[in-house]
């Protein structure tokens, strides 16, 4: 009777071999440095060793341990010292594994081999690192609409099947043309690994692509989405073509290319009619604002994991199964965001950049031998390939009228290279081996195609759209009685009542109406691609989910009770934070807006204690001040808020709001004024313009003296000597702390307070009080009114001119 341990011996023997073929680099199967590891039957890391069985655990763990820190600890380095220089994350990571490959450390460390190259512990690595590399495909597959291909344009279309067919049949063509042209005399299995190769350089991943225009922060640019259409188009061919090829290979095998296909499609009519239905009714069950139940994402892994079984056992790739399984959760929240958040660190923070170090590490520069028979047909066909796929992205695009220097652009973004493009060199079974030099040479020119690309990109700077100010759009050059064009912002439900209150107080009618075109922002989170939504025109949104019901409903109310005076155009742009300001930008270039509304990033509660505080739009806010085409205002809600229609009901004498300017000079504070006089057109508002002099004589030493007096003056005898509830006071501030004081005497007094953010202007009645600013944004009067020290409970709008270039 055998014992337990004999028994577990003899199955690791048994099996050894067919579990590190399925789990390691397809090149290391016929590599060197398989060959060359030092693993005998005296090894304990021989899987015949009598004691293999009670040291594989403890001596594998801590060998999988030293490789991690070493990739982890290099990787991080190499990150810190060249991303001053432009050089993506992705890069650094493949410039870590040839350091740690053979080439290098390899050839000068004693004892290296058996850290780097036991056989046992690259089983667990390429294990560890292809579960890693299957879990990020399904995650790419949860954050791709896959509906863009559907709704793409000619550009995309033509751009993404061109940048695919145009290298693939040039690569083909230059393979099989070789006894014409070229002198390469290659057998069989080595037409099959170049062909391979040519497919590889042929495709283009839109991950790749998402996250080069994330680094680039050009996701939310017309550039950025047209190369992310393009990229899905040509993904989705590429992934049929992969498909088809490996199908292709099984005929003659056991099972057969029918079996497999007839799998394939029935695995694709399974999750389209079964688990995306499974998915929206997990979303029915989640009660709305609710995180999903984890119950349900466990089931979800485990789906993922028996749908890279089930590739497996039918001839596929290992990740065919949970790409198409992620391609049918729906994107975005709850449950797309969900999977995201739950797995995304692990996988994209962890396994994915020990995919990348571990698979260029197998990978020895001193394999290329070009006096050899692979090396120059190698490099010939990565050289047609990524030329060839550069004029195939190009052509497209001029061909569609677009500008040159965008066609250059775009072409150069579909040319990159990146984790996908290694994996498909890495995930090659034994049916397409490899040869080293095959795999050295387009391991080295993916890392050059990524890097070369990505600093060509940065340095040129390309954009699609650039935000100029060589229009006048504001407040102050508009005609009395115009149209005046706002652009609000929203992020949460509380900003909503706040800007309809503000828009009421600004008194539209039909003789001076309104075009407000209202943004609601929302962080993309579970998608790697943007989204921009226009209401209008379309009844339907991008998912089944609306994002925007809430805002939607509340404004078309809004444009309903101003009937004539009122038109809303609502949309709503999902997108990363950081790039949250040019979809601002574009939208207020676009629309010709004169004032851009943005909500304040803190909110209180009644008591004026500070409920929240997000960063996040703080950041948005300062990049729109700073790049806006129009004037800005930002609008701090603390006060008791304008009631809707509370002036239809009352008198003209009745003031039902009160209004304060403060005025101390300058093209923002002439902004706010002709801001605040379409609110003294209003009888219920009554407006007070503050005028803040350092002494009794008003004489003009400047041109900005001049207009400014010459504002103060119209609004006088238009507003002041016209109706009763316009007033002007002139209060007499020679410093900081008399204009403190002046404020505190009037704080309680008034509902809304109108500033000019008047950045860098400097004044005797400011001087000192920039020395105690928390929000720059807010300009030191506008930030003083909002402190929490002042204990100011009225609502405050600091309005900034457009900045002209």
């Known amino acids: 009777m055998k014992s337990l341990e004999d028994l577990l011996a003899l199955n690791v023997t048994r099996d050894h071999q067919a579990l590190v073929c399925i789990s390691?680099?397809?090149?290391?199967?016929?590599?060197?440095?398989?060959?060359?590891?030092?693993?005998?039957?005296?090894?304990?890391?021989?899987?015949?060793?009598?004691?293999?069985?009670?040291?594989?655990?403890?001596?594998?763990?801590?060998?999988?341990?030293?490789?991690?820190?070493?990739?982890?600890?290099?990787?991080?380095?190499?990150?810190?010292?060249?991303?001053?220089?432009?050089?993506?994350?992705?890069?650094?990571?493949?410039?870590?594994?040839?350091?740690?490959?053979?080439?290098?450390?390899?050839?000068?460390?004693p004892g290296y081999e058996k850290i780097m190259y036991d056989i046992v512990s690259q089983d667990v690595m390429g294990t560890l690192t292809v579960l890693g590399y299957c879990m990020f495909l399904?995650?790419?597959?949860?954050?791709?609409?896959?509906?863009?291909?559907?709704?793409?344009?000619?550009?995309?279309?033509?751009?993404?099947?061109?940048?695919?067919?145009?290298?693939?049949?040039?690569?083909?063509?230059?393979?099989?043309?070789?006894?014409?042209?070229?002198?390469?005399?290659?057998?069989?299995?080595?037409?099959?690994?170049?062909?391979?190769?040519?497919?590889?350089?042929?495709?283009?991943?839109?991950?790749?692509?998402?996250?080069?225009?994330?680094?680039?922060?050009?996701?939310?640019?017309?550039?950025?989405?047209?190369?992310?259409?393009?990229?899905?188009?040509?993904?989705?061919?590429?992934?049929?073509?992969?498909?088809?090829?490996?199908?292709?290979?099984?005929?003659?095998?056991?099972?057969?290319?029918?079996?497999?296909?007839?799998?394939?499609?029935?695995?694709?009519?399974?999750?389209?009619?079964?688990?995306?239905?499974?998915?929206?009714?997990?979303?029915?069950?989640?009660?709305?604002?609710?995180?999903?139940?984890?119950?349900?994402?466990?089931?979800?892994?485990?789906?993922?994991?028996?749908?890279?079984?089930?590739?497996?056992?039918?001839?596929?790739?290992?990740?065919?199964?949970?790409?198409?399984?992620?391609?049918?959760?729906?994107?975005?929240?709850?449950?797309?965001?969900?999977?995201?958040?739950?797995?995304?660190?692990?996988?994209?923070?962890?396994?994915?950049?020990?995919?990348?170090?571990?698979?260029?590490?197998?990978?020895?520069?001193?394999?290329?031998?070009?006096?050899?028979?692979?090396?120059?047909?190698?490099?010939?066909?990565?050289?047609?390939?990524?030329?060839?796929?550069?004029?195939?992205?190009?052509?497209?695009?001029?061909?569609?009228?677009?500008?040159?220097?965008?066609?250059?652009?775009?072409?150069?973004?579909m040319c990159c290279k990146g984790v996908v493009d290694l994996g498909s060199l890495s995930t090659v079974t034994k049916d397409m081996p490899l040869n080293e030099e095959i795999y050295a040479i387009n391991v080295l020119g993916i890392l050059m195609i990524a890097c070369v690309v990505s600093l060509l990109l940065k340095h040129f700077n390309i954009s699609s759209k650039k935000y100029g100010g060589y229009e006048q759009r504001n407040v102050a050059c508009l005609k009395p009685n115009s149209e005046l064009r706002i652009l609000a912002c929203i992020h949460k439900q509380n900003n909503i009542s706040a800007v309809i209150n503000f828009l009421d107080a600004c008194c539209?009618?039909?003789?001076?109406?309104?075009?407000?075109?209202?943004?609601?922002?929302?962080?993309?989170?579970?998608?790697?691609a943007p989204i921009f939504i226009s209401h209008r025109m379309q009844t339907k949104t991008l998912s089944n989910c609306s994002y925007s019901e809430d805002m939607l409903l509340s404004f078309l109310q809004f444009e309903r009770?101003?009937?004539?005076?009122?038109?809303?155009?609502?949309?709503?742009?999902?997108?990363?934070?950081?790039?949250?300001?040019?979809?601002?930008?574009?939208?207020?270039?676009?629309?010709?807006?004169?004032?851009?509304?943005?909500?304040?990033?803190?909110?209180?509660?009644?008591?004026?204690?500070?409920?929240?505080d997000d960063r996040a739009i703080r950041s948005l806010n300062i990049s729109v001040l700073e790049k806006a085409p129009c004037s800005v205002g930002i609008l701090i809600n603390r006060g008791p808020l304008r009631q809707l229609g509370l002036e239809k009901n009352s008198s003209s004498e009745a003031v039902q709001y009160k209004v304060a300017l403060i005025f101390l000079g300058g093209e923002d504070d002439r902004e706010a004024l002709a801001l605040t006089l379409r609110m003294a057109a209003d009888p219920s508002i009554s407006l007070t313009v503050f005028y803040f002099t350092t002494s009794r004589d008003c004489e003009a030493t400047n041109w900005d003296r001049i207009v400014d007096l010459q504002s103060l003056r119209e609004y006088r005898e238009g507003y002041v000597h016209a109706c009763g509830s316009a007033f002007y006071v002139e209060k007499i501030a020679k410093n900081g702390p008399e204009t403190v004081a002046i404020l505190r005497s009037i704080l309680n007094e008034y509902d809304l307070f109108v500033v000019g953010r008047r950045k860098h202007w400097e004044s005797p009645q400011t001087s000192g009080l920039d020395e105690w600013s928390e929000f720059p944004e807010l300009g030191i009067i506008g930030d003083m009114l909002a402190s929490d020290d002042f204990r100011c409970r009225s609502s405050i709008f600091v309005v900034q001119q457009q900045q002209t270039t």
């Open 138 to 413: 399904f995650l790419m597959g949860v954050k791709m609409d896959i509906g863009i291909v559907l709704r793409t344009g000619r550009k995309a279309l033509y751009t993404g099947a061109g940048s695919l067919i145009v290298p693939l049949c040039v690569g083909l063509f230059t393979l099989g043309t070789r006894g014409v042209f070229l002198n390469w005399e290659l057998e069989q299995n080595d037409l099959q690994a170049l062909a391979l190769a040519v497919i590889t350089n042929a495709q283009t991943s839109f991950t790749v692509i998402a996250c080069l225009l994330g680094d680039l922060k050009l996701l939310t640019s017309e550039l950025g989405r047209l190369a992310l259409s393009s990229s899905i188009v040509s993904d989705i061919l590429g992934l049929s073509l992969r498909t088809f090829t490996k199908l292709a290979m099984s005929t003659g095998k056991e099972g057969g290319f029918f079996r497999n296909t007839i799998a394939m499609l029935g695995y694709i009519l399974v999750v389209y009619f079964g688990a995306r239905p499974a998915m929206y009714w997990i979303i029915r069950q989640t009660p709305k604002g609710q995180p999903v139940h984890n119950g349900y994402l466990l089931i979800i892994l485990i789906g993922v994991l028996c749908s890279a079984l089930f590739s497996f056992y039918f001839n596929q790739y290992l990740f065919f199964g949970p790409f198409v399984l992620g391609l049918a959760v729906p994107e975005g929240p709850p449950l797309g965001s969900a999977l995201v958040k739950c797995y995304d660190f692990m996988v994209s923070d962890i396994l994915l950049p020990l995919f990348v170090t571990s698979n260029v590490w197998l990978m020895n520069p001193k394999d290329i031998k070009f006096k050899g028979k692979f090396a120059i047909p190698s490099l010939v066909l990565l050289v047609v390939s990524t030329v060839s796929k550069f004029g195939g992205s190009l052509l497209p695009a001029l061909y569609c009228d677009m500008p040159l220097m965008d066609a250059l652009g775009l072409a150069l973004i």
């Open 561 to 612: 009770d101003f009937s004539e005076a009122v038109t809303v155009q609502p949309f709503t742009a999902i997108s990363p934070t950081k790039s949250m300001h040019e979809d601002t930008c574009t939208l207020a270039l676009d629309r010709a807006t004169s004032l851009i509304i943005l909500p304040f990033h803190r909110h209180w509660t009644l008591d004026g204690s500070i409920k929240s």
């Open 508 to 528: 539209p009618t039909k003789e001076s109406p309104i075009s407000l075109y209202v943004l609601h922002l929302i962080e993309m989170f579970g998608q790697a």
């Open 24 to 109: 390691l680099p397809p090149n290391i199967h016929s590599s060197g440095y398989w060959r060359n590891s030092k693993v005998d039957d005296e090894s304990p890391y021989s899987a015949t060793h009598p004691l293999s069985v009670k040291k594989l655990s403890s001596a594998t763990l801590s060998v999988l341990e030293e490789q991690m820190a070493l990739a982890f600890f290099l990787t991080q380095f190499l990150h810190l010292a060249l991303k001053c220089f432009g050089i993506p994350v992705f890069v650094t990571q493949m410039l870590a594994g040839i350091i740690l490959g053979p080439g290098m450390l390899g050839s000068i460390w």
